[in-house]
C-alpha cells in the first residue's frame, strides 16, 4: 500500500509535468511553471522538518540565499563551475544547519524556531550588506549554467523558458522521490514515531535529537538548492531570497497543502506561486493573503488541503 | 547475581518526597512486582529508572553499570526498555509500523541509505517487518496491523505497547499496569505472556493493581506507601503483612 501511494504521486508529478505545457496559453506559463518547482523543492524539505520532525524553521530562506549566492559568487571568484557550485551551497548550508541545530536540538520545545529566524536574518544581513562581495540590495548576475548550450549543441533545441521548466521539474521529481524513499524507510519511520510520541521514540532506542539534526540538515539542503535553482534560472539575485517573507512563504505553502505530504507541499506551492502571477493585488497585500491562509487552514483544514481531500476520498470508499 | 539494582532512589517535587530511599534488586528471569495505593510513587520510580526523571537522590546500576539518569535511547541500547501507565503510542501510525519501531536500533542504518532506497535500507525494513508481525501475533494483534493505532482500544494499545517494547529483545522490560483496561480473559492472556517473557530470561519489573495476577506470577514483591518502600518480599509474607493490609485499607477507605 505504502509503496502504490509513493508511486501515485511520483506518477502524477510527472505526467502533470510532461502534459501541463499542452494547456500553457503562452511561453510565459514555462516560466511560472519553473518557479512553481523551485518551491515546491523548498517546500518539501519544510515537509521534511516539520511535518515528519516536528520542529518549525522560520529561517530557510536563509539556505535558499545561500544556494542562490553560491551561484552567483563561486563561478565567478573561483571559477567554479555552476553546476558545482549548486553543490557548494548545498555543502555549505548543510555545515551551517548542522552547526546551528545540534546545539539547539538538545533542547526540547520549539528553539529552533528562534534560533533559525536569528540565523536567516543574520544571512539577510550579510547578503545586504557586504557590498564589495555580493553588491548589496541591488543584487547581483548571476552566470550560465551552460546547460542549454550543450543540449542544443546535442540536437534539442529548446527555448530559456522551456529548458528551465524541465530542468527543474526533473529537479522537484528527483527531490519527492528522494523525500519519499526517505518516508517509507527505517529513518522516517523513526521521525514519524518522535513527531508521534517523542518519550516513547527514545525508549525503543531512537536518539532524537540526532534524528531532528538529520531532518534540519536534509531540509537545508532542499532549501539551498532551490535558491540555487532559482538564482540559475533568473541569472540574477537579490538578499529577498534570504528574506524573512521567503521563509514565512515557505512554511504557509507547507501548511497550506499539508504539512506531512510531499503531494501536499506540491500543491501548496503551485496555489502560492500562481497566484500573484494570476492577481496582481495578490503581490501588494502577499503578507495579508499569506496570514489569512495560514489562519483560515489552520481553522478549516488542520491537515492542509491536500490529506483532508484524500481522507473525504478514503472515507467514502470504505 | 542481580541485572539491575536500584539503590536508595529518591525524588521530590517541590516539598513532596514522591519516592524516597528505595532500594531493590531484579534477577534475569524473575519478576518483581512493585504495589502500592495510587500515588505511592510506583510510576515515579519507573519513570527515575528508565531515565525519564533525573533522581534526586540514589542509583540506578545495570549489568554492573552505573546508569543513573541515562536518557532512554542509551538504555535501550543497554537492553532495557518499558511500557507506560498512560499509553505512549505512535497514535497515526500503524500498529504494524508502531512495532516496527521497537526494532530502530537493529535495523538502523545510515540516512543516506534509506534516502536513497538501496536495497540494504529495504532488507532491514524487511526484517524487521517479519519479526514485527511475529510479534503481533504473540500478543493477538496481527489481525489488527494495518489498523491506525489511534482506532484500538486500551487494552489492545497495552499489548501493542509490550509487543513494540519486545521488539528491542530487552534484558529488563518494565511494565507500568500492563493489564489495565483490560477484561478477565485479556488479563489472563498477559498473564500468560509476562511469565512467558520471564522464563525466557528477561528480568521484570512490574506494577499492576490486579492483586490476583501480582500474587500469581511475582517471584518478589515491593510495597511502595507514600513513597517509602514500606514491606517486600515473596507473595505470601507480603500479603499477610500488616503494614500492607493497613496501607490498602487505608486509601480504600478514603478513596470508596
Ligand atoms: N512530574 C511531576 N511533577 C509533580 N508531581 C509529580 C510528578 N510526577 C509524579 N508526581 C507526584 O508524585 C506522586 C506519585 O505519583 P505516581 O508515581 O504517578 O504514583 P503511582 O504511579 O504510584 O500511582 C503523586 O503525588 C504525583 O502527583
Ligand atoms: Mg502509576
Not at chain 1, 540565523?119 to 549554467?145: C, F
Not at chain 1, 542544443?152 to 528522494?178: M, P, Q, R, T
Request: aromatic content about 6%.
Amino acid at each position: 500500500m505504502r509503496l502504490t501511494a509513493k508511486s501515485a504521486t511520483l506518477l502524477g508529478l510527472v505526467v502533470l509535468i510532461a502534459l501541463a505545457p499542452l494547456f500553457f496559453p503562452s511561453g510565459f506559463y514555462y516560466r511560472v511553471g519553473a518557479l512553481i518547482f523551485v518551491n515546491a523543492l523548498a517546500v518539501t524539505g519544510i515537509v521534511i522538518l516539520t511535518g515528519w520532525a516536528g520542529q518549525i524553521s522560520l529561517g530557510h530562506a536563509g539556505f535558499a540565499g545561500i544556494g542562490a549566492y553560491a551561484c552567483a559568487l563561486a563561478p565567478v571568484h573561483w571559477g567554479i563551475h555552476p553546476a558545482l557550485a549548486v553543490l557548494l551551497g548545498a555543502a555549505v548550508s548543510a555545515i551551517l544547519a548542522w552547526l546551528v541545530g545540534r546545539p539547539i536540538l538538545r533542547l526540547k520545545g520549539y528553539y529552533l524556531a528562534v534560533a533559525s529566524l536569528g540565523m536567516g536574518i543574520l544571512i539577510s544581513m550579510v547578503l545586504n550588506n557586504e557590498r564589495e562581495l555580493t553588491r548589496g540590495p541591488d543584487g547581483i548576475d548571476v552566470p550560465d549554467l551552460g546547460m542549454r548550450a550543450l543540449l542544443k549543441a546535442a540536437g534539442l533545441d529548446l527555448s530559456n523558458g522551456e529548458f528551465w521548466y524541465f530542468f527543474c521539474g526533473i529537479a522537484l521529481v528527483i527531490g519527492a522521490w528522494l523525500a519519499l524513499n526517505l518516508h517509507d524507510s527505517p529513518t522516517g519511520r523513526a521521525l514519524r514515531a518522535l513527531h508521534g510520541s517523542e518519550i516513547a521514540a527514545r525508549t525503543v532506542g531512537i536518539d532524537v535529537a540526532k534524528l531532528k539534526l538529520q531532518a534540519f540538515v536534509i531540509s537545508a539542503i532542499y532549501a539551498s538548492v532551490s535558491g540555487s535553482l532559482l538564482a540559475l534560472q533568473n541569472k540574477f539575485i537579490t538578499p529577498d531570497v534570504a528574506g524573512f517573507m521567503h521563509s514565512v512563504e515557505m512554511v504557509t505553502m507547507a501548511v497550506l497543502g499539508g504539512v506531512g505530504s510531499v503531494a501536499g507541499a506540491i500543491f501548496g506551492a503551485a496555489v502560492l506561486t500562481l497566484l500573484p502571477q494570476v492577481l496582481t493585488v495578490f503581490a501588494e497585500y502577499e503578507q495579508l493573503v499569506l496570514g489569512l491562509v495560514m489562519v483560515l487552514v489552520m481553522i478549516f483544514l488542520r491537515e492542509g488541503v491536500v490529506p483532508s481531500i484524500l481522507r473525504k476520498i478514503r472515507g467514502r470508499g470504505e | 547475581m542481580t541485572l539491575l539494582s536500584i539503590e536508595g532512589l529518591g525524588i521530590s517535587f517541590g516539598g513532596l518526597k514522591a519516592v524516597n530511599n528505595v532500594s531493590f534488586g531484579v534477577k534475569p528471569g524473575e519478576i518483581v512486582s512493585v504495589i502500592g495505593p495510587n500515588g505511592a510513587g510506583k510510576t515515579t520510580l519507573f519513570n527515575m529508572i528508565s531515565g525519564v526523571y533525573q533522581p534526586g537522590s540514589g542509583k540506578v546500576i545495570l549489568n554492573g553499570e552505573d546508569v543513573t539518569a541515562m536518557s532512554p535511547h542509551l538504555l535501550a541500547r543497554r537492553g532495557m526498555c518499558r511500557t507506560f501507565q498512560n499509553l505512549q503510542v505512535f497514535q497515526s501510525m500503524t500498529v504494524l509500523e508502531n512495532t516496527i519501531a521497537g526494532y530502530h536500533l537493529q535495523e538502523g542504518g545510515s540516512v543516506l541509505a534509506d534516502i536513497l532506497n538501496l536495497p540494504a535500507s529495504r532488507r532491514r525494513a524487511k526484517t524487521a517487518e517479519a519479526g514485527a508481525r511475529t510479534l503481533l501475533k504473540r500478543v493477538g494483534l496481527e489481525r489488527a496491523a494495518e489498523r491506525e493505532a489511534g482506532s484500538l482500544s486500551y487494552g489492545s494499545l497495552k499489548r501493542l505497547e509490550i509487543a513494540r517494547a519486545l521488539a528491542l529483545q530487552p534484558r529488563v522490560l518494565l511494565l507500568d499496569e500492563p493489564a489495565a483496561g483490560c477484561n478477565a480473559v485479556e488479563t489472563e492472556e498477559i498473564d500468560h505472556l509476562i511469565a512467558e517473557i520471564a522464563a525466557s530470561g528477561v528480568a521484570i519489573l512490574l506494577i499492576e493493581h490486579d492483586m490476583k495476577m501480582v500474587m500469581r506470577i511475582s517471584n518478589h514483591i515491593v510495597v511502595l506507601d507514600h513513597g517509602e518502600k514500606i514491606a517486600e518480599g515473596d507473595p505470601t509474607t507480603v500479603s499477610r503483612n500488616p503494614d500492607v493490609i493497613a496501607a490498602y485499607l487505608g486509601t480504600e477507605n478514603a478513596a470508596g
